[in-house]
């Protein structure tokens, strides 16, 4: 049987006054940490901005149905969903955020 990559999510440090919060994937043996803010979305879902710390990436995203999700990641890109996605969303479930 073929390993499954472990894919956890961990909020690491909760939104502070000005809404910003830290979180950590982990896949595929990869660590990742991330530093996020809700931001304002017109379009539907909920919207975040997220930056990938020691890469200086910043990757808008968005949390909710269909076609109300989206981000700027290769991953959604191709295949639709992303770990960004996926991951937010399960913080939000689990943390009532
Ligand atoms: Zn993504």
Do not use: N, W
């Not at 975040?48 to 968005?62: Q, S």
């Not at 269909?66 to 969903?81: I, K, N, P, T, V």
């Amino acid at each position: 049987m073929a390993d499954l990559p472990i894919r956890t999510i961990a909020l690491i440090r909760p939104a502070d006054d000005r809404g910003v919060f830290v979180f950590r994937i982990v896949a595929e043996r990869r660590t990742a940490f991330y530093v996020a803010k809700e931001i304002p979305c017109q379009i539907g879902g909920r919207g975040f901005a997220v930056h990938k710390l020691g890469f200086g990436d910043l990757m808008h995203v968005r949390v909710g149905r269909g076609a109300d999700q989206s981000c700027e990641c290769l991953g959604f890109l191709r295949y639709g969903r992303c770990r960004h996605i996926l991951g937010l969303a399960a913080l939000i479930r689990k943390h009532r955020m």
